[in-house]
């Protein structure tokens, strides 16, 4: 008789989110396909690119209700790269530890977002021929030449063709193209134009379609281009002057992209977030903040602070030089030191320090603050709450009994103290709980009872009476990282 440990149930891998989001949409009946990129399923499977699906504007609050059960955001690009009757949606999947964009067209829309593109009127004949596929339907073959001949065309220009990536594009359709060469016959293609865009000819198409092959002059194709463009003009919709010139300046401040600009990620339409990494020394604030950085900027506007150092102000740098000349006066900067002997007084100058630390950490929350109002994502380190003052908070209360003046010493605190009431707390708190004994092993930089010190003030505190997140950080850094993904998903 066999023993029970050896009769098991088969093990079933977990669907994907991809997997779930395909056979919801069946179920739910929306009307819509995957016109572009089925072929390169790798890719977007894995997170790596974009999802573009075809929506019928009937089923747009099926598709959108859908996708919020699912757990997908929706996003706005920037002004210069709108378009409307397109959406952007992002989601996480947690088998992948990525994020998935899903790219929704109400309207078939073709050419570069940032410069003129054109709406094709062929939807309604391309969703009703889609063909089922797994995980979603996809155009015929005709239908499929046909869109890809035009968007093709129309999504790049003389100067990009002309650049150092310039013959990548054109290798990267070969397969494609005579893959569909051998499903498609030009006689139906020809026919479909006729019916539903007679505006583009046969010769023409057939003209473009040859100008897509290897060795074919791109000043040629420059023209075919134009010509098409031109037979096009009707559902042409040029950018307005305003994101024009604002892309101009762009390309000026940039040096055409040669110098690293701002991102131009996309914003969250339901607006954005502040996130606070919450940890002592050796709990992997930096590290943590620099993963989600690169887990979210290529994607979304996102920023990172640390209102532990926020950057110095004219007054803090003239206050700062004033106490090191105090100092080297005095030939002792101990009494400089926020970590010094709390029984000697420091002086009035390291007060207005102090002072000027609690303004300038208030000038950065609200760059924090005005960021994610606009629907950015802000991650902060050594976010100022009740529960970590110990490390970043007002300092002049335990001086002013020492004070000689203290009406002088009281009004510093006052104005201290002001700073950071003003300093509201983050939407998501997220506490990065080490051992103190482990902060010790890892923050080998700093004296060992400084670091003990520090780690114990988190490692303390009854963080379940406040509404943070904890977080184990003494676990490997990959572990850390993916619970810390589906945390800041779950809070947007």
């Not at 989001?21 to 009946?29: F, K, M, P, S, Y």
């Not at 004033?322 to 005095?330: E, G, H, S, T």
């Amino acid at each position: 008789m066999a023993s029970r440990s050896a009769v098991r149930e088969p093990l079933t891998a977990a669907p994907s989110v991809i997997q779930l989001l395909g056979q919801a949409l069946r179920e739910v009946g929306v009307a819509y396909c995957q016109w572009k990129g089925h072929a390169r399923q790798h890719r977007w499977a894995s997170g790596e690119g974009d999802i573009d699906l075809l929506v019928d504007p009937a089923s747009a609050p099926a598709f959108t209700e859908l996708l919020g059960r699912l757990g997908f955001q929706p996003a706005l690009a920037p002004n210069e790269e709108q378009i409307p009757g397109v959406e952007s949606f992002f989601g996480y999947d947690p088998l992948l530890v990525k994020l998935l964009h899903v790219h929704a067209h109400y309207r078939l829309v073709v050419g570069r977002a940032w410069a003129t593109h054109y709406r094709l009127p062929i939807e309604q004949p391309l969703l009703d021929t889609a063909v089922q596929r797994a995980p979603f339907p996809i155009p015929t073959p005709h239908w499929e030449l046909i869109v890809l001949v035009l968007r093709t065309l129309l999504g790049r220009s003389l100067r990009q063709e002309l650049g150092k990536e310039g013959a990548d594009w054109l290798n990267g359709i070969q397969d494609q193209l005579r893959s569909l060469a051998v499903q498609a016959d030009l006689p139906t293609v020809h026919e479909l134009l006729g019916r539903h865009l007679a505006c583009v000819e046969p010769a023409l198409f057939d003209a473009c379609l040859s100008s897509l092959r290897p060795g074919f002059s791109p000043w040629r194709r420059a023209l075919l281009r134009r010509r098409l463009a031109q037979r096009l003009r009707a559902f042409a919709r040029h950018r307005p002057i305003a994101d024009t010139i604002r892309r101009l300046i762009r390309r000026v401040v940039t040096l055409n992209g040669r110098l690293a600009g701002p991102p131009l990620g996309k914003r969250l339409a339901r607006g954005g977030t502040t996130i606070a990494l919450l940890g002592a020394d050796g709990s992997g604030k930096s590290t943590c903040t620099a993963e989600l950085y690169r887990w979210l900027a290529p994607n979304f506007a996102t920023m990172a602070a640390h209102l532990g150092r926020p950057p110095r102000s004219v007054l803090t740098l003239v206050v700062g030089a004033l106490l090191k000349v105090r100092n080297a006066l005095r030939r002792s900067a101990a009494h400089a030191d926020p970590d010094g002997d709390p029984n000697v007084f420091p002086g009035y100058v390291a007060l207005l320090r102090y002072v000027c630390t609690a303004r300038d950490r208030y000038r950065l929350y609200v760059k924090v603050r005005d960021f994610a109002t606009a629907g950015g994502l802000a991650l902060a380190e050594r976010y100022p709450i009740e529960q970590n003052r110990a490390l970043v908070g007002p300092v002049i209360r335990g001086f002013v009994a020492l004070a000689p003046n203290r009406r002088l010493a009281t009004l510093l605190r006052n104005a201290e103290e002001w700073y950071y009431r003003q300093i509201l707390p983050p939407d998501l708190a997220v506490v990065l709980r080490v051992d103190p004994e482990v902060a010790v092993r890892r923050k080998t930089t700093e004296p060992p009872d400084y670091v003990r010190r520090r780690a114990r003030i988190i490692w303390d505190v009854d963080w379940s009476a406040t509404r943070a997140r904890v977080v184990d950080a003494g676990r490997p850094l990959v572990e850390v990282v993916a619970e810390l993904k589906a945390l800041v998903w779950s809070a947007l």
